[in-house]
């Protein structure tokens, strides 16, 4: 997640990154290795992740984070060449991904992803049209691997 600019809204989107980042950090060791994205849920979905992807070797990390409190909700899924079972993109910038397991995630990457209001009731965007560019590059090469 890298820093852009747009106007302000009641949270600013470096701000949002920031707390996104410190989502996924705190849970993966060598969380430097990943570019972040934030998925939203689909219409058939309500989970939200900070998604970390790294090109070499290819892999994908789900961390399921309360769009309320921006707090992690459970540990993070790795998909990668090992436990991968399917990718598909369901519709122009909505995704599944399934695991070996059963596990399945649908989700969207905008480049103004809206996330519910604060609980103080500001709004919340997060402007990532760079790294939706970058993470959509990713997910061509991804598509593949399944």
């Not at 993109?89 to 992803?113: C, D, H, I, L, Q």
């Amino acid at each position: 997640m890298t820093a852009e600019t747009g106007s302000e809204d009641a949270y600013s989107s470096d701000e949002l990154k920031s707390s996104l980042r410190r989502v996924f950090d705190s849970q993966m060791p060598n969380y430097g290795d990943y570019n972040l994205v934030c998925a939203t849920p689909l219409p058939d979905s309500s989970a939200y992740f900070v998604l970390g992807y790294r090109w070499s070797p290819p892999e994908l990390v789900f961390a399921p984070f309360a769009a309320d409190t921006l707090e992690s909700l459970e540990a993070p899924t790795a998909v990668n060449t090992t436990n991968l079972s399917h990718t598909d993109e369901v519709s122009p910038g909505s995704y599944e991904v399934g695991t070996s397991t059963g596990r399945v995630f649908r989700f969207g990457v905008e480049a103004e992803a809206q996330l519910p209001a604060a609980p103080d009731g500001g709004s919340r965007t997060l402007r990532q049209h760079g790294d939706r560019t970058d993470f959509h590059s990713f997910l061509d090469v991804f598509l593949e691997l399944a």
